[in-house]
């Protein structure tokens, strides 16, 4: 009994057990961590494609709201839209297009503009009685390798000529 109570220090396994139990918990950390930082990675993506695509159909909205609805021009399956603007519908044409993964603007025989980019699917499924449907799809790669893909679609109401 007298050995025991001058003991001084930890056994092998006191100090094994420690070292397995903060290993442990320092993995279980890194997990969390790892998870976390991944999680912000796709929202932070998201948010960004989200916000471009946004951007972009608001534009493509906003001027079409100034067309002059006999202009407007949708041809079936192009991925295009044409209308021109003002009130004598005289000013030049405005074409959005899709051209490789880029949405462009362009008006009359100008240099087409790009206003987004990573869109995979312009459509305009629909453009009569002054109501012109939209949708654009873009699509992004994570720093981690995953796809994203957004979808978002509007409704716009052109004005009558």
Not at 19 to 29: E, H, K, P, R
Request: aromatic share 4%; proline share 4%; charged share 10%.
């Amino acid at each position: 009994m007298h050995a025991v109570a001058n003991r001084r220090g930890l056994t092998f396994v006191e100090v094994l057990l420690v070292t397995l139990i903060v290993g442990m918990v320092g993995g279980i950390l890194l997990m969390v961590a790892t998870s976390g930082q991944s999680a912000w990675l796709m929202t932070d993506a998201q948010l960004l494609t989200l916000t471009e695509t946004q951007r972009a159909l608001d534009r493509v909205s906003e001027d079409l709201r100034q067309a002059c609805q006999s202009t407007v021009s949708c041809p079936a399956g192009a991925g295009q839209l044409v209308f021109k603007q003002s009130p004598a519908c005289a000013d030049p044409a405005i074409t959005y297009s899709l051209s490789g993964t880029n949405l462009t603007r362009q008006v009359g025989t100008a240099v087409p503009v790009t206003i987004a980019t990573g869109v995979t699917g312009f459509a305009v499924p629909a453009c009569a009685g002054g109501l012109v449907n939209l949708s654009l799809t873009a699509q992004a790669t994570t720093p981690n390798g995953r796809t994203l893909t957004q979808t978002i679609s509007s409704q716009v109401w052109v004005q009558t000529s």
